[in-house]
C-alpha cells in the first residue's frame, strides 16, 4: 500500500515562499514518478510540476516557471515544491501524486496514488 502525506502549506503574505513536502511510504519511490497539482475553490485540479525518478527533469506550467521548483530525495522517499514569489492566485490545495510511467505527467489521470492535499493561502 502506497501512501502519500504533504506537509508544509500555511498562511502567507504575497511575495512569501512556502516548501511543500510529500513523504511516500511503501516500496519502489525510485520507481515513481512524482506530480504537484493544486486545486482551487471552484475549478479543476491543475497541474504545478512534476519529476522523474532520476530528478533529471522537472515541469511546471509557464505561469509558474521561475518561482515554483521541484526536487526529489530518493533516499528519503521525499518530493518538495519550494514556492518562491507567491500570489494570491496561488491559494489552493496542494496534492502530490505518483506515477508508474514517465509521459503525460500533466495529466491527473497518469497518477496512481495521491496525497490528502495541503493548503496554501497567499494573502495580498
Known amino acids: 500500500q502506497v501512501q502519500l502525506v504533504e506537509s508544509g502549506g500555511g498562511l502567507v503574505q504575497a511575495g512569501g515562499s512556502l516548501r511543500l513536502s510529500c513523504a511516500v511510504s511503501?516500496?519502489?519511490?525510485?520507481?515513481?514518478?512524482m506530480g504537484w497539482f493544486r486545486q482551487a475553490p471552484g475549478k479543476e485540479r491543475e497541474f504545478v510540476a512534476a519529476i522523474i525518478w532520476s530528478g533529471g527533469s522537472t515541469y511546471s506550467v509557464d505561469s509558474m516557471k521561475g518561482r515554483f521548483t521541484c526536487s526529489r530525495d530518493n533516499a528519503k522517499s521525499t518530493v518538495d515544491l519550494q514556492m518562491n514569489s507567491l500570489k494570491p492566485d496561488d491559494t489552493a490545495v496542494y496534492y502530490c501524486?505518483?506515477?508508474?510511467?514517465?509521459?503525460?505527467?500533466?495529466?491527473?489521470?497518469?497518477?496512481?496514488?495521491w496525497g490528502q492535499g495541503t493548503q496554501v493561502t497567499v494573502s495580498s
Open positions: 501524486a505518483a506515477s508508474y510511467i514517465d509521459l503525460h505527467l500533466e495529466k491527473t489521470n497518469q497518477y496512481a496514488y
Open positions: 511503501g516500496d519502489n519511490f525510485r520507481s515513481y514518478a
